[in-house]
């Protein structure tokens, strides 16, 4: 293999990689607040885009309002989803709670769907197509907009949860809620405070990727489970991990797709998944856990 066809390779596997990552975020925004898996973070994706599209082509609004009021459209969805649908069974198992946000992907994708149409559609390029050739291989001015946003969320993300009282408070909800209560920490708050922003970085995610390979009311679906497969890869919990494990999940994709079968693009991610669960279960940057008896 060619040094131009490795570097193609590599630049769109960070492409995409750094949408999973983004995905991923948002599932461990809300684990590290409420402990359960939020399988509906992949339709907070799809809305960002699809939200996007609708305001630029069906209202005409210029391209930066209507990705401002995708983002804000999809971060409200988040907060009605917590209190419409997480708040009142809040104290039931985990387990059930899960079940939950799976229903909650069904019934967003399902009225997407209804109230817009099932075909494919597609956001101008934030800063034109004209593509950056490096040693024979092209990079889309988009790929850095995703790169560098997504590097701009992480740091944003970790400033948040280690330096701010907000922060701080989701993660001691996620550690100890009954704790968190008694010091005075507002849990329910908390909770929906990381459904928001769960959302919002979901709908950064959509948004950016829109321009690249389009979307539709079902790309939550694929776009969830390899962002689900990020959050394990890089350690459940890990803000960090998970950016990481979107991007190696999105580097090894498309080396296979190139080396190997572009057939088997979508299996890569749960493959790798499962053989680094064999050898670590804690993730490539999760720590072990520890129990004692």
Not at 8 to 24: K, M, N, R
Not at 47 to 68: E, F, K, R, T
Not at 160 to 169: C, L, Q
Not at 236 to 261: D, K
Request: aromatic letters at 8%; hydrophobic letters at 55%.
């Amino acid at each position: 293999m060619d040094v131009s066809s490795s570097l193609q390779y590599l630049f769109s596997g960070l492409t995409v990689g750094a949408t999973y990552g983004l995905t991923g975020l948002g599932f461990t925004i809300i684990f590290n607040t409420t402990g359960i898996i939020n399988f509906a973070q992949g339709e907070f994706v799809m809305l960002g885009g699809m939200l996007a599209v609708i305001c630029q082509s069906a209202l005409g609004l210029p391209l930066p309002l209507a990705v401002l009021l995708a983002m804000l459209g999809a971060t409200l969805i988040g907060a009605i989803v917590e209190r419409v649908a997480i708040r009142p069974v809040r104290t039931a198992p985990p387990i059930n709670l899960v079940i939950i946000t799976i229903g909650i992907s069904i019934l967003i994708r399902s009225a997407m769907m209804l109230l817009w149409d099932k075909d494919t559609h597609t956001l101008p390029h934030f800063s034109g197509t004209d593509p950056i050739t490096v040693l024979g291989a092209t990079l889309m001015p988009q790929s850095l907009w995703i790169l560098g946003i997504t590097a701009v969320v992480l740091y944003g993300l970790r400033t948040f949860f280690r330096r701010s009282i907000f922060g701080k408070a989701m993660l001691a909800c996620a550690h100890q809620r009954k704790a968190a209560w008694l010091v005075g920490i507002g849990v329910e708050g908390m909770v929906l405070l990381s459904f928001m922003i769960s959302a919002l970085v979901g709908a950064v995610g959509g948004v950016m990727l829109a321009p690249m390979t389009m979307t539709s009311y079902d790309v939550g679906i694929l776009l969830g489970l390899k962002g689900f497969a990020a959050c394990i890869l890089g350690g459940l919990g890990n803000p960090f991990g998970a950016a990481a494990g979107g991007l190696a999940i999105g580097v090894l994709e498309s080396f296979g797709a190139g080396m190997i079968s572009s057939a088997y693009k979508d299996a890569f991610a749960f493959i790798i998944l499962l053989l680094l669960l064999f050898v670590r279960p804690s993730g490539l940057f999760g720590k072990p856990e520890v129990r004692r008896v």
